[in-house]
């Protein structure tokens, strides 16, 4: 008997001990890293059983917005260097964890279905062309990355009343996808996970390349298993993952 109650303490203590360093981390992610970050969150918690990934997606400027008043996140990944850029400002990244993990691609995308050819953003102008999903530029890098390439070709104003401002690249994606605009600007990686549903009408030339960073964030309080998180990402695994979804090595690696 005492044998037993001496083995349940034990087995007390010792699950005890494992509860007082399990960790749940909280990933803020770009909307458009979700289906590659669900796998390599699986794949963390496989390897860490002690650690739980709670995901969550959004625009980048608005996840940005959440951590800044204080949501407790401990690792953000952006879809663009301004957004990360304005959290270090804030003193929110902690120091030496910034890593810029992969590129991707601006596009251009119609409709599986549509017949009219849309090969250059001059195209846009096309009367048969009456709505055009874009990322909110004040919220979603990807269209800030639209706004400024059709500023420089000048088309930014004279497209404005055809323009359908979305809360971030999914959304646009999934406006093309049920046809209910006629064009529409995501990333290439997004463009990738459609293919049964949209087309890629034309690659846009970026200014500045599309490249997403990943920080540990101070608001956090695992910072530790963050770190863990972000490893897995940068990894060659967690690129390998990502490249399966349409993203492109970053140039740094």
């Known amino acids: 008997m005492r044998a037993t109650v001496s083995v349940l303490a034990g087995l007390g203590l010792s699950l005890a001990a494992w509860s007082a360093h399990a960790e749940t981390i ?15 969150a699986a794949h963390y918690e496989q390897q860490n059983p002690q650690d739980k990934v ?24 952006s879809a663009d260097e301004a957004t990360m850029d ?4 804030s003193g929110l990244v902690v120091e030496g964890t910034r890593a810029t993990f992969v590129r991707n691609t601006l596009v251009l995308i119609q409709p599986e279905a549509a017949t009219l050819q849309l090969d ?4 846009l102008q096309n009367p048969a ?19 400024a390439a059709l500023e420089a ?13 979305t809360q971030n690249v999914r959304q646009s994606l999934d406006y093309v996808a049920r046809a209910e605009v006629q064009a529409g600007f995501v990333y290439g990686s997004d463009a990738a ?3 049964d549903k949209v087309k890629i009408s034309y690659t846009v030339p970026v200014a500045k390349p599309v490249t997403y960073p990943i ?10 298993a963050a770190k863990r998180f972000v490893d897995v990402v940068t990894s060659d695994w967690g690129q390998q993952v990502l490249a399966r979804f349409g993203f492109e090595p970053a140039a740094s690696r």
């Open 26 to 40: 909280t990933v803020s992610a770009a909307a458009s890293l979700t289906d590659a970050f669900k796998e390599i």
């Open 193 to 195: 996970l459609f293919k």
């Open 120 to 123: 250059s953003l001059e195209a």
């Open 54 to 77: 709670q995901l969550n997606f959004g625009a980048s400027g608005t996840l940005l917005q959440q951590i800044d008043k204080g949501a407790p996140v401990d690792v953000f990944a």
């Open 86 to 89: 304005k959290a270090a400002a």
């Open 153 to 165: 070709a000048g088309q930014w104003e004279v497209l404005q009343p055809k323009v359908i401002l």
């Open 129 to 147: 062309v009456e709505r055009i999903a874009v990322g909110n530029p004040d919220s979603v890098p990807v269209g800030r990355y639209t706004k």
């Open 215 to 224: 920080a540990v964030i101070t608001t956090g309080g695992q910072a530790e």
